[in-house]
């Protein structure tokens, strides 16, 4: 590591090709030489102008480096939204390190296996989190860990805080410079399958640099439009298609904890937010908030939403209230940034249940089960190619060969595309729920449930749901002479899982529905609660 020396009147000397790597890095880089005193991000009753944002992340990097990581280490980040938070990731981006984010409703075994598979060697989160880390290392279930930081000052440990670190003034070394391959390794985005296990997909600064000026194209996205950002940093929507795409614009960012609704509401109208995003389950209850008549959104101009399905029905209500807003539908997957699609504005009125068009730096395509091109409007799945596309799998070579067919990306989704172009999704061929915009794999949630002593058969499913979107629902069938309520199931499961993986719903019957040659009829539970 190194500060650079050059000064106005000193030569210009080096290689041709130095500089020229584009990472998340030297985006950062570029947008603070433009934007330096301007405000970068607002969290809480902290604000960072662009330079004091790169001193920040320059503090932390140098810290990061003084452990002798070597470029490539997993650094796992377990908390909130913060500017912490964030200023994690930009760092580990200025040092060729791993960022591996993790979802913070994770506990016990589901925490250890991230932990374990990813391989982090230090884990960064919340003080309120830290003492979750530590059972695991205390019971030797994180072998890999070697060191444990907090986010923010309030925990025991002797070790200053990753804030206390960027907010020394003491430590004014210069900026990092350290030479990072654009096709190096950033980001461990743990997405579930059909299994217990989740994959961890590679994304490389360049695949996310090309995710971001998609992002951009297609969301039409200003530095001035006064962005909040409330969604979790954690999933890749949040980081990938907002926040970073708006700071390299030069915009200034309102960050919050979580997507409190009457906070969102509060500060739209207080700060004259422009561009919100928010998950399906967050657009539901804030339309049926009683704030919301009573609150000033003439700012707001840009509203997207994505990560499940949005009921059309309060759809349509949002934009006959508010109609200078423009409404942008977002799908994707993690293993693409995650933005693949979108709907804009001016195309919902005729098409409100497409998810829209794939954006600049994805091609995608529609391949019937007999693995031929789909014809207009047939059914088939949609796969992708991109430069925007995981490097592979972390770990799992047999499941990265899987997930490609002649180069191109096979998601899962099953969907429909018109003669213009434009997808709607029909279903998900993988049998994973999408609960409030978060996968969760049935087998999980069902080995949990099959611990229960009473329990002779259980199946997972989801179930439309106005809120949630797709409730998860156990059918439960119990073994002769016992007796088990449903919120037994539900405490078992929170006792085990991260809260939202607990059913919503909990059946008792008889026996489960089943083909001739044994399989479970899993459809046929969907219909029969649907009804």
Same mark, same amino acid.
């Given at each position: 590591?190194?500060? $650079?020396?050059? %000064?106005?009147?000193?030569?210009?000397?080096?290689?041709?090709?130095?500089?020229?790597?584009? %990472?998340?890095?030297?985006?950062?880089?570029?947008?603070?030489?433009?934007?330096?005193?301007?405000?970068? @991000?607002?969290?809480?009753?902290?604000?960072?102008?662009?330079?004091?944002?790169?001193?920040?992340?320059?503090?932390?990097?140098?810290?990061?480096?003084?452990?002798?990581?070597?470029?490539?280490?997993?650094?796992?980040?377990?908390?909130?939204?913060?500017?912490?938070?964030?200023?994690?990731?930009?760092? !580990?981006?200025?040092?060729?390190?791993?960022?591996? #984010?993790?979802?913070?409703?994770?506990?016990?075994?589901?925490?250890?296996?991230?932990?374990?598979?990813?391989?982090?060697?230090?884990?960064?989160?919340?003080?309120?989190?830290?003492?979750?880390?530590?059972?695991?290392?205390?019971?030797?279930?994180?072998?890999?860990?070697?060191?444990?930081?907090? +986010?923010?000052?309030?925990?025991?440990?002797?070790? #200053? $805080?990753?804030?206390?670190?960027?907010?020394?003034?003491?430590?004014?070394?210069? =900026?990092?410079?350290?030479?990072?391959?654009?096709?190096?390794?950033?980001?461990?985005?743990? %997405?579930?399958?059909?299994? *217990?296990? #989740?994959?961890?997909?590679?994304?490389?600064?360049?695949?996310?640099?090309?995710?971001?000026?998609?992002?951009?194209?297609?969301?039409?996205?200003?530095?001035?439009?006064?962005?909040?950002?409330? +969604?979790?940093?954690?999933? $890749?929507?949040? +980081?990938?298609?907002?926040?970073?795409?708006?700071?390299?614009?030069?915009?200034?960012?309102?960050?919050?904890?979580?997507?409190?609704?009457?906070?969102?509401?509060?500060?739209?109208?207080?700060?004259?937010?422009?561009?919100?995003?928010?998950?399906? %389950?967050?657009? @539901?209850?804030?339309?049926?908030? =009683?704030?919301?008549?009573?609150?000033?959104?003439?700012?707001?101009?840009?509203?997207?939403?994505?990560?499940?399905?949005?009921?059309?029905?309060?759809?349509?209500?949002?934009?006959?209230?508010?109609?200078?807003?423009?409404?942008?539908? !977002?799908?994707?997957?993690?293993?693409?940034?995650?933005? !693949?699609?979108?709907?804009?504005?001016?195309?919902?009125?005729?098409?409100?249940?497409?998810?829209?068009? #794939?954006?600049?730096?994805?091609?995608?395509?529609?391949?019937?089960?007999?693995?031929?091109?789909?014809?207009?409007?047939?059914?088939?799945?949609?796969?992708?190619?991109?430069?925007?596309?995981?490097?592979?799998?972390?770990?799992?070579?047999?499941?990265?060969?899987?997930?490609?067919?002649?180069?191109?990306?096979? *998601?899962?989704?099953?969907?429909?595309?018109?003669?213009?172009?434009?997808?709607?999704?029909?279903?998900?061929?993988?049998?994973?729920?999408?609960?409030?915009?978060?996968?969760?794999?049935?087998?999980?949630?069902?080995? !949990?449930?099959?611990?229960?002593?009473?329990?002779?058969?259980?199946?997972?499913?989801?179930?439309?749901?106005?809120?949630?979107?797709?409730?998860?629902?156990?059918?439960?069938?119990?073994?002769?002479?016992?007796?088990?309520?449903?919120?037994?199931?539900?405490?078992?499961?929170?006792?085990?899982?991260?809260?939202?993986?607990?059913?919503?719903? @909990?059946?008792?019957?008889?026996?489960?529905?089943?083909?001739?040659?044994?399989?479970?009829?899993?459809?046929?539970?969907?219909?029969?609660?649907?009804?």
């Amino acid at each position: 590591m190194n500060a $650079s020396s050059a %000064t106005p009147d000193a030569p210009v000397t080096g290689s041709p090709s130095a500089g020229r790597a584009d %990472t998340v890095g030297a985006l950062l880089r570029r947008t603070v030489s433009r934007n330096g005193p301007m405000n970068a @991000v607002l969290f809480e009753d902290r604000r960072w102008t662009y330079a004091q944002l790169e001193k920040g992340v320059d503090r932390i990097a140098r810290r990061l480096m003084g452990l002798g990581l070597s470029q490539g280490t997993r650094i796992a980040a377990y908390g909130a939204n913060s500017d912490a938070y964030l200023l994690l990731f930009l760092a !580990c981006a200025k040092t060729g390190l791993v960022h591996v #984010p993790v979802n913070f409703a994770l506990k016990g075994g589901e925490l250890s296996y991230l932990l374990n598979d990813s391989g982090a060697s230090l884990v960064v989160a919340d003080p309120e989190l830290l003492p979750l880390v530590d059972e695991l290392r205390s019971s030797a279930q994180a072998p890999a860990v070697e060191q444990l930081w907090s +986010m923010f000052p309030g925990s025991d440990s002797s070790e #200053p $805080s990753l804030l206390e670190t960027a907010l020394n003034d003491d430590d004014d070394a210069g =900026p990092v410079e350290i030479a990072v391959g654009e096709h190096a390794l950033l980001q461990l985005l743990y %997405t579930s399958g059909t299994t *217990s296990a #989740p994959k961890g997909a590679m994304m490389t600064h360049a695949a996310l640099i090309a995710e971001y000026i998609s992002s951009i194209i297609a969301l039409d996205l200003t530095a001035d439009d006064r962005p909040l950002v409330a +969604m979790p940093l954690y999933h $890749s929507a949040g +980081m990938h298609v907002f926040m970073l795409p708006y700071l390299s614009l030069g915009a200034t960012v309102r960050l919050i904890a979580r997507p409190d609704v009457g906070k969102i509401l509060s500060l739209v109208e207080k700060e004259r937010i422009g561009s919100l995003f928010l998950a399906p %389950t967050v657009w @539901v209850p804030l339309s049926n908030h =009683p704030d919301l008549a009573a609150r000033d959104l003439s700012s707001l101009t840009k509203a997207q939403y994505g990560a499940s399905i949005m009921p059309v029905t309060v759809l349509q209500r949002l934009r006959s209230r508010y109609p200078q807003i423009g409404f942008y539908n !977002c799908f994707g997957q993690s293993e693409l940034g995650p933005l !693949c699609t979108v709907l804009r504005p001016e195309e919902h009125e005729t098409r409100p249940a497409s998810c829209g068009r #794939p954006v600049f730096f994805v091609e995608a395509r529609v391949v019937t089960t007999e693995g031929i091109i789909a014809s207009p409007g047939e059914s088939g799945e949609i796969q992708y190619r991109s430069p925007q596309l995981l490097a592979g799998y972390w770990n799992k070579p047999e499941a990265t060969a899987e997930a490609f067919a002649d180069g191109w990306f096979r *998601s899962g989704d099953q969907v429909t595309q018109d003669s213009q172009g434009y997808i709607q999704v029909v279903d998900r061929i993988k049998d994973v729920i999408n609960t409030g915009g978060v996968n969760v794999a049935p087998r999980e949630v069902e080995d !949990c449930i099959y611990e229960l002593s009473e329990v002779a058969e259980v199946a997972v499913v989801g179930i439309a749901d106005d809120l949630w979107i797709e409730a998860i629902t156990a059918v439960v069938v119990l073994k002769e002479g016992t007796s088990l309520t449903a919120e037994a199931v539900r405490a078992h499961v929170k006792s085990r899982l991260a809260d939202y993986k607990a059913p919503k719903r @909990v059946d008792f019957v008889a026996e489960l529905p089943r083909n001739q040659s044994g399989k479970l009829l899993k459809r046929q539970l969907r219909a029969e609660r649907a009804e």
